[in-house]
């Protein structure tokens, strides 16, 4: 409001509105008088309802369309989100004219679901194997139930401690849960395995229960706790891997915490109550058959284990051999950040010639966006023009495809169509569009699989980034372009691409000040009439009832189309009269560079690449330090990678941290549990056979060591020791309190923990096999961690058996003699 009238009964607002309301409203607007006679708008120009940008157009499966992207915002739950925009999008539709419809082009929240599923699933599947390898060996129902209660139990208090922390139920937390299913168990099956052994001795379910408790409640107490102290470094690590890693971390020592609670309070009364004396039980063909073959086993499993013990020297060479072996595994081994995630969905940026037209480009995009329609694969797509990619204008464009469910793509096939194996993964689709795309003349094509977590960087043309800095500029180019171009020749590499655009084609419009001067034309008013004629500047608003639209002002677009436009612009001079742009201008064709990109504030040219199949990110990373060594690049160029290489590369040394700070935790809290500097590294002694294990099955599996298989690794260190844990316990209190021998008591120890420990490993094995066979949505990000526990616990079990007991009482001797140098007392043994 202008103000107001106050009269003596009422006030009135005064209102002034110079506010055109639509376009045709300029038309009438006076700009000038001409003999006296006003000039309006519409005697010299035209107004036109239009868009901003006319030079930006999108389509959806080859039709016009406006297509709008949807985030969900930090810490909102995007199944939630997905939810409440598609309730709404009914009510749109409702205010739209009937000739526009409204489609969803790409739904993230159908792979998380089917993710999702998916582990609920493999979770399922993973606790009914659990409990069919309890059977097995139990061959009772009722000694089958016992341990099997401990699992649902042990997920209902994780989930609860979850919802404590305010987790919400995702891939990471599922997958923790899958992985614990298999060891959850193991302390209950411990328990009930020494309570059951003394049953089978005679003694009443009652007493045995007791009994048994006192005997394994220290082992399991040891087991548990070492178990959870594998994952503390987990929780409290820092960086992207922290905060990927903190949930799954969290919700295993939940799992592991209440699998222990449960172990030694409802298992031992449930034995008590639900075990039959021994005089009672009667067996069927089933269990006799089994037992026997069981008592097969455990026979030659003591042949063999006194076999080793008395030939130590050449199990110890074996337990030296699996130490070189997993070194130099590590060495050979192919190594990724995060496995690539089918999420249903391929992403490709185009990029023309700079000084390409818009109109000349959507021809371009036209003929790729063809070839993606006609792939059988796609589902639908949308296709852009005027942005994309690091740069946006008329000569870059994207394309975005949305991929048909696994189960209706084409498959994988020898010949023809015989020989089929697996649906097309998204990395595939894209790959065989890579070279149908690469026939069209005038445009690069790069596509790329969207990863399931992008980490820092920015929107390049491919998925890998690679940042060079310089002071110097010149220098800066030449060794950018030096660099991308061995690159593409390397191996590996595919789409190597850089941000550098060194030229477009210009126009240059030189003031000749002179003659500008004698002509009363000023430089300012030579840019302003160029600006206005071709740089569609704004020079006024229109305010609607909901929305704001700007009033532009430029030349008609047939006037915009050619240099020669120029020599018919006409410039005001001080004094009003009109003088042609060339009379005070002097105006060359040439070129100039597009843009100069920088980094930290230094001039900065970032190479992006993706990976050819069967390459992984650490072949990119050593190819480039060869590359750049080999062209001799000066060291005044500082180079670093961006992204999830830059994260990759962090990832590296942080896991090898990692993986030390696990091992010292857990050594620590072995040694105060036994009291000893010695025995946990006895204990330890497994873990090179269960990392041998898991880095050969990846490398026969041909999967690269990644994030989720180096967890894996970590597991394997708290599952592999639960095996040593159960004999080294017996051992010890064999030696401590009955004084026998070690030799006598590891054998013992070995022989009578031998069914426990067959059972423990079965069940952590049967429990992650679902994970490791890779089946469903989403199954490649599991599949490494479940290859490596998978062979790990093969080949430890395989080994450990054996290499334990040596260990063990070879360390027993060194310690002996250490006590024997400090002046402590020979080890008292039974008198003979």
């Not at 464009?397 to 949305?402: D, T, Y």
């Not at 920015?458 to 800066?476: A, C, G, P």
């Not at 700070?661 to 857990?666: D, F, P, Q, R």
């Given at each position: 409001p202008a103000g107001t009238l106050n009269g003596p009964q009422q006030a009135i607002v005064v209102h002034s509105s110079g506010q055109l309301q639509s376009a045709e409203a300029f038309n009438h607007q006076i700009v000038a008088y001409k003999n006296g006679a006003p000039v309006r708008v519409q005697d010299v120009a035209t107004t036109i309802n239009g868009v901003e940008n006319p030079y930006v157009a999108s389509w959806y499966n080859g039709r016009r369309a406006i297509v709008l992207a949807i985030q969900r915002q930090p810490g909102s739950n995007t199944i939630e989100v997905v939810d409440e925009v598609k309730s709404i999008l009914p009510r749109f539709l409702q205010q739209l004219p009937a000739t526009l419809k409204l489609d969803v082009l790409y739904d993230r929240s159908i792979s998380i679901r089917q993710s999702v599923s998916d582990v609920q699933t493999t979770?399922?599947?993973?606790?009914?194997?659990?409990?069919?390898?309890?059977?097995?060996?139990?061959?009772?129902?009722?000694?089958?139930?016992?341990?099997?209660?401990?699992?649902?139990?042990?997920?209902?208090?994780?989930?609860?401690?979850?919802?404590?922390?305010?987790?919400?139920?995702?891939?990471?937390?599922?997958?923790?849960?899958?992985?614990?299913?298999?060891?959850?168990?193991?302390?209950?099956?411990?328990?009930?395995?020494?309570?059951?052994?003394?049953?089978?001795?005679?003694?009443?379910?009652?007493e045995a229960a007791l009994k048994g408790s006192r005997e394994i409640a220290f082992t399991i107490l040891s087991m548990t706790v070492s178990l959870a102290a594998v994952f503390i470094p987990l929780i409290f690590m820092g960086g992207i891997m922290g905060r990927l890693l903190h949930e799954f971390a969290v919700t295993i020592v939940l799992a592991i915490v209440f699998s222990g609670i449960v172990s030694v309070t409802l298992t031992p009364m449930l034995c008590a109550r639900m075990l039959k004396p021994e005089h009672k039980r009667s067996h069927n063909r089933f269990y006799?058959?089994?037992?026997?073959?069981?008592?097969?086993?455990?026979?030659?499993?003591?042949?063999?284990?006194?076999?080793?013990?008395r030939h130590a020297r050449a199990v110890f060479i074996v337990f030296l051999l699996s130490i070189a072996a997993t070194i130099g595994l590590f060495y050979v081994m192919q190594q990724d950040f995060l496995p690539a995630s089918d999420q249903g969905q391929i992403f490709g940026l185009t990029e023309a010639a700079n000084g390409t037209s818009f109109a000349q480009m959507v021809r371009y995009q036209q003929q790729a966006a063809a070839i993606v329609?006609?792939?059988?694969?796609?589902?639908?797509?949308?296709?852009?023009?005027?942005?994309?990619?690091?740069?946006?204008?008329?000569?870059?464009?994207?394309?975005?495809?949305?991929?048909?469910?696994?189960?209706?793509?084409?498959?994988?096939?020898?010949?023809?169509?015989?020989?089929c194996w697996h649906a097309l993964s998204a990395a595939e689709v894209a790959q065989e569009?890579?070279?149908?795309?690469?026939?069209?003349?005038?445009?690069?094509?790069?596509?790329?699989?969207?990863?399931?977590?992008?980490?820092?960087?920015?929107?390049?043309?491919?998925?890998?980034?690679?940042?060079?800095?310089?002071?110097?500029?010149?220098?800066?180019?030449?060794?950018?372009?030096?660099?991308?171009?061995?690159?593409?020749?390397?191996?590996?590499?595919?789409?190597?691409?850089s941000d550098l655009q060194l030229?477009?084609?210009?126009?240059?419009?030189?003031?000749?000040?002179?003659?500008?001067?004698?002509?009363?034309?000023?430089?300012?008013?030579?840019?302003?009439?160029?600006?206005?004629?071709?740089?569609?500047?704004?020079?006024s608003q229109i305010y609607g009832s909901s929305d704001t639209y700007q009033v532009i002002l430029e030349l008609l677009p047939q006037y915009q189309t050619d240099p020669t436009a120029l020599s018919r612009l006409y410039v005001s001079a001080s004094d009003g009269t009109l003088v042609p742009l060339t009379a005070v201008t002097k105006i060359t064709s040439g070129s100039m560079p597009l843009s100069v990109n920088h980094q930290g504030q230094l001039p900065s040219v970032t190479i992006s690449f993706d990976l050819a199949p069967g390459y992984a990110l650490s072949d990119a990373v050593s190819s480039i330090d060869r590359v750049q060594a080999r062209l001799g690049m000066p060291s005044t160029i500082?180079?670093?990678?961006?992204?999830?290489?830059?994260?990759?590369?962090?990832?590296?040394?942080?896991?090898?941290?990692?993986?030390?700070?696990?091992?010292?935790?857990?050594?620590?809290?072995l040694g105060i549990l036994y009291e000893s500097f010695i025995h946990p590294l006895t204990i330890l002694s497994g873990l090179p056979s269960a990392a041998v294990g898991a880095l050969i099955t990846l490398k026969l599996f041909n999967v690269p060591l990644s994030l989720y298989a180096f967890v894996g690794m970590i597991m394997l260190i708290g599952i592999v020791k639960k095996n040593a844990i159960m004999m080294i316990d017996f051992a010890l209190t064999r030696e401590r309190s009955e004084h026998v021998p070690p030799e006598q008591a590891i054998q013992e120890a070995a022989l009578i923990r031998f069914r426990p420990i067959m059972m423990t490993t079965m069940a952590a094995l049967m429990g992650t096999l679902p994970i490791a066979v890779g089946l469903g949505a989403g199954s490649e990000t599991r599949q490494p961690l479940g290859l490596a526990v998978v062979g790990g616990l093969i080949l430890s079990q395989l080994l450990t058996l054996y290499i334990t007991p040596v260990i063990y009482i070879g360390l027993d001797r060194l310690g002996m003699r250490i006590g024997e140098f400090r002046g402590r007392p020979a080890r008292r043994l039974p008198a003979e």
């Open positions: 979770l399922l599947l993973a606790g009914a194997l659990v409990v069919l390898v309890i059977f097995v060996f139990l061959r009772t129902l009722s000694a089958t139930i016992i341990p099997s209660l401990a699992l649902p139990i042990a997920v209902i208090g994780t989930f609860a401690g979850m919802a404590y922390f305010g987790y919400s139920l995702d891939n990471l937390s599922l997958l923790a849960l899958t992985l614990s299913v298999g060891f959850v168990v193991d302390d209950a099956i411990v328990m009930l395995e020494n309570v059951v052994r003394h049953v089978e001795d005679g003694e009443p379910p009652f006799e058959f089994s037992e026997r073959s069981f008592e097969r086993m455990q026979k030659g499993y003591e042949r063999t284990l006194g076999w080793s013990i329609a006609r792939d059988p694969n796609i589902d639908g797509f949308m296709s852009a023009v005027g942005s994309g990619g690091s740069s946006s204008g008329a000569n870059s464009g994207r394309i975005f495809a949305s991929l048909k469910p696994v189960e209706r793509r084409a498959h994988s096939c020898l010949i023809g169509n015989l020989f569009l890579r070279p149908k795309l690469s026939h069209i003349p005038g445009i690069n094509i790069y596509m790329q699989v969207p990863p399931s977590i992008r980490i820092g960087g920015r929107l390049t043309k491919s998925q890998y980034q690679y940042t060079l800095q310089d002071l110097d500029q010149e220098e800066l180019q030449t060794w950018s372009i030096k660099l991308m171009n061995a690159l593409s020749t390397a191996a590996g590499f595919v789409d190597v691409t030229t477009t084609p210009s126009v240059n419009v030189t003031i000749d000040r002179d003659k500008a001067a004698a002509l009363n034309v000023t430089p300012t008013a030579v840019e302003t009439a160029l600006g206005a004629a071709f740089g569609g500047g704004q020079i500082a180079t670093s990678f961006q992204g999830t290489a830059q994260a990759y590369q962090q990832s590296t040394s942080g896991i090898g941290l990692l993986l030390l700070a696990a091992l010292i935790v857990v050594y620590i809290v």
